[in-house]
């Protein structure tokens, strides 16, 4: 948690924000059932990745996306309420759901090169998000990662079919819970490069300086 001058600005975006009432329902089931690893992988499997065309699992970046969704809803889902459970790197779960999975085993021997071709495709990924300053231009609205470890702005990758400004505000408000369509516009933006990677944030100016906002995560664990 931030303060400043006694307002607050910036609040620390926990990790415990429930994900709708069926998938809150799910992890208060499995905080009382106590599960085993391969009963873990059998769920998130079945649920992310028995049903893949063959043509997804020809292709790293189509194969570790559906991946990484599983992983997401293992960490937040699973592990989270289960403390028998370890928590895995995205990079530790694939080689666990590479040698759990039937339709995997086949492919175990590929699994770090997939994953290195998929972690390079990753980083050349445009994100877009969002800026938002008080009116003086002094604070600016920052979203901690799950694990505590960095801030950054809140931002993300397209949905299919969504444009860049969309994608921002969409973004902005699943990890922070502010809707910023009503500070920013497409024609105000910073733009830069890391590495091979685009992020552009539209530049959001709150109204005054008595706003008073608490920025909390729409979603489980935003990832940066």
């Not at 429930?18 to 873990?40: C, K, N, P």
């Not at 008080?134 to 993300?156: H, I």
């Amino acid at each position: 948690m931030v303060r400043s001058s006694g307002q607050f600005w910036c609040i620390y975006i926990g990790a415990k924000k429930q994900l709708g009432t069926d998938l809150h329902s799910v992890g208060v089931f499995w905080s009382w059932y106590r599960m085993y690893i391969h009963e873990a992988l059998d769920i998130v499997e079945s649920r992310f990745l028995t049903n893949l065309p063959d043509s997804e699992l020809q292709h790293a970046d189509r194969l570790f996306f559906q991946i990484e969704q599983a992983h997401w809803f293992y960490e937040d889902f699973i592990a989270d309420n289960n403390d028998n459970l370890p928590h895995f790197t995205l990079k530790q779960f694939a080689t666990k759901m590479f040698a759990h999975s039937d339709m995997f085993r086949k492919m175990q021997d590929k699994c770090m090169s997939l994953f290195n071709d998929f972690s390079a495709y990753r980083k050349k990924i445009p994100v877009f998000g969002c800026c938002i300053l008080n009116p003086e231009m002094t604070k600016v609205a920052l979203q901690c990662s799950w694990n505590g470890k960095s801030w950054s702005w809140p931002k993300g990758k397209v949905n299919e079919g969504e444009d860049a400004y969309k994608c921002a505000i969409r973004e902005t408000f699943e990890e922070t819970g502010f809707d910023a369509s009503y500070h920013c516009d497409e024609e105000h933006f910073i733009a830069h490069y890391e590495d091979q990677k685009l992020i552009k944030l539209y530049l959001g100016l709150l109204f005054n300086t008595t706003y008073f906002f608490i920025f909390i995560d729409i979603f489980r664990h935003p990832l940066l």
